[in-house]
Structures are given as C-alpha cells and as structure tokens.
C-alpha cells in the first residue's frame, strides 16, 4: 500500500526536485500561443515546415522515451530529419527556434499560481531545490523568474524519462539520498514511474487519481502551506 506523504514527512526532506514543463506552469495556454504564432508564420510566411517539423519530433520523442534509448538527442534529430527528408542541421534549427526559444517569452504568464511562494520559501527553510527535466530547463527557470540549486536535464545524461538516471543524477549532484528526496511532476507514466523506480517519494500534479500515485491538484494545497503561508 502506498504511504502518503504528509506536512510532517517534511522533516525528512533536504532535496525538493520538480519536473519543469506541466508542472510548474501550465501547457495549455502555451500550446495555444504558440500555436497561434505558428499559424501566423505559415500564413504570411507561405510554410509549414515548422509545424511538420516540431509535430514528428515530439510523436518521436515520446516513442524514444517509451524504448528508453539511449543517445537519444542525436537519434531524435537524425529520425525526424529522416522522416521529413530534411538535413538534421535544418531540424536542429527549426527545434531550437520553436521549442527552446520561442516559448520563453510566454512562460512567465502561464507559471502556475503558488510555484514562485513554494520556491522562495523551500530556499527560506534551507531545503535545496532541483530540477529534472526532460527538455533543457536553465533558460525557462530564468523566463520564469524562479531559481534552482541543481538543474538535469535529459540531454545531460543521454536518457527520457521514464528512466531514473536524470534523477540519480540530479540526487548525486546535490548530496541527496532517495530517502531524502521528494520528486513533483505531472505526468503518471514519465514523472511518476521514473520517481518510483529511482526509490524517492513522488507527487504528480492531477486533477485525477493514479493507482499507486500521491496526487494534488494546486501548489495552494494544505500540503505546501509550511512554505507558502
């Protein structure tokens, strides 16, 4: 049966690790932005490469990360530009334009309400805090206005998750044990089974139950309030 993390399990912990995307801000107004500025590219510009280049690599990201490959970045341009009939150059490009640039602009103003109170006061109480993410995270952090101890990233260690290694890392890095870890994400099947199998206790960030899987569903939850009141 599963133990639930409570106020009093805080003592604990030393390392606070939060997943980026979902997690700390919302992903549909994003979507939904960027999105837009999509459209008004491929109508005044007359191309949509951007919007087939940026839609085959996440459908092959996500495979990547259900087949835990390794190298994955490299394999993931080199398919995609493969699919498209593209130079992995060109791709490279279009994704850093698209995915890792163009968003940060938006980010600020779709951060979820209680993430910056939670940050500030896990730094007050002397608790590091790190990230783990599956795309590059140093950048969003600074768009967002937040701070972190310790950032991994996928590209860092060569694996997506769900595999645990980015979170090993992340733990190593700052000192900390599973056994004094707490690990937040959003996604059951990444966050949560990478949480699980690198031993740390987990939250995912859901309006709905997982079977095995501690949910809340604001950062005002009872939860935080020792850091956000």
């Known amino acids: 049966m599963m133990s639930m993390f409570t106020q009093a399990d805080w003592r604990d912990i030393r390392l606070v690790a939060f997943d980026v995307d ?15 500025d999509m ?3 491929s109508v005044t510009k007359l191309d949509l490469t951007p919007v087939r280049v940026v839609s085959t690599y996440r459908r092959m990201r996500e495979r990547l990360g259900d087949e835990e490959v390794l190298d994955f970045d490299r394999v993931l341009i080199a398919e995609t530009a493969k699919a498209l009939s593209m130079s992995p150059e060109s791709v490279q490009t279009i994704v850093f334009e698209w995915i890792e640039t163009r968003p940060l602009r938006y980010l600020r103003g779709c951060l979820f309400s209680g993430v910056s109170q939670l940050f500030a006061g896990l730094k007050r109480s002397g608790r590091k805090i790190g990230i783990y993410s599956d795309y590059p995270a140093v950048e969003k952090l600074a768009a967002m206005g937040l701070e972190a101890d310790h950032v991994v990233s996928a590209c860092d260690v060569g694996l997506l998750k769900p595999h645990p290694v980015g979170l090993r890392s992340l733990m190593a890095s700052a000192g900390a044990t599973a ?17 699980q199998r690198a031993g740390v206790r987990t939250l995912i960030k859901s309006s ?19 850091f956000t009141r």
């Open 208 to 226: 709905k139950p997982f079977e095995g899987l501690q949910t809340f569903e604001t950062f005002h939850d009872t939860l935080f309030d020792p």
């Open 22 to 36: 979902g997690t700390l801000y919302s992903q549909r107004p994003l979507r939904l932005r960027m999105a837009r």
């Open 179 to 195: 056994g004094d870890t707490l690990f937040i994400g959003d996604r059951a099947d990444r966050d949560g089974i990478a949480g």
């Open 39 to 41: 459209i008004l590219h």
